[in-house]
Nanobody
Framework: QVQLVESGGGLVQPGGSLRLSCAASGRFFSIYTMGWYHQGPGKQRELVAVITSGGSTNYADSVKGRFTISRDNAKNTVYLQMNSLRPEDTAVYYC??????????????WGQGTQVTVSS
């Protein structure tokens, strides 16, 4: 059983910063891609950023230059540093991890979600 536990959400003023963390635990062989989606009020879930096990990254156009994704493979943890936050960044942020289990097929696992609210 693989679990992803997120932390770091909260309320921040426009222009402020937050850092989200997501730690994977359980028994598995390895983790491939990790990343973050967000889902704003009344909107569909959208990809924010991804990072491969080798460190290659990709970002949604709306967050390029403001958000930075990183990971610590030794800790099975992915981070999202969010700077210059805007009200439109308000959403529930979900992390994911593509996991190779000890047995069976690769699976995508999800965190429980953490609320980020950008408001004055």
């Amino acid at each position: 059983q693989v679990q992803l536990v997120e932390s770091g959400g909260g309320l921040v003023q426009p222009g402020g910063s937050l850092r989200l963390s997501c730690a994977a635990s359980g028994r598995f062989f390895s983790i491939y891609t990790m990343g973050w989606y967000h889902q704003g009020p009344g909107k569909q879930r959208e990809l924010v950023a991804v990072i491969t096990s080798g460190g290659s990254t990709n970002y949604a156009d709306s967050v390029k230059g403001r958000f930075t994704i990183s990971r610590d493979n030794a800790k099975n943890t992915v981070y999202l540093q969010m700077n210059s936050l805007r009200p439109e960044d308000t959403a529930v942020y979900y992390c994911f991890a593509d996991v190779r289990p000890l047995y069976g097929d690769n699976l995508r696992h999800w965190g429980q979600g953490t609320q980020v609210t950008v408001s004055s």
